[in-house]
């Protein structure tokens, strides 16, 4: 999308590099039920992003390390 809205690129299709279905499928993630979509370009093992917390009002929390 970055691309298309620099004008660098018409079509999707016209895309340097165009992955097969079996490529694509092994990088989208499921999310919200049937809502699919690429999953993030970096992966960790062992240490899946996730937030465990609700987002903090601004300026609402202190500057100090969480315990583990």
């Known amino acids: 999308m970055l691309l298309q809205r620099q004008e660098l690129l018409g079509q999707f299709s016209d ?3 165009v992955l097969a279905e079996e490529q694509l499928a092994a990088r989208q ?3 919200h ?3 699919k979509t690429v999953g993030p370009v970096l992966r960790t093992s062992g ?6 917390k609700p987002t903090p009002p601004l300026g609402g929390g ?3 390390w969480l315990p583990r």
Do not use: I, K, R
Request: proline share 22%.
């Open 47 to 52: 240490a899946p992003p996730f937030w465990d």
């Open 33 to 35: 039920g049937d809502l």
């Open 62 to 64: 202190s500057p100090v």
């Open 29 to 31: 993630v499921q999310e």
């Open 15 to 17: 895309a340097p590099e």
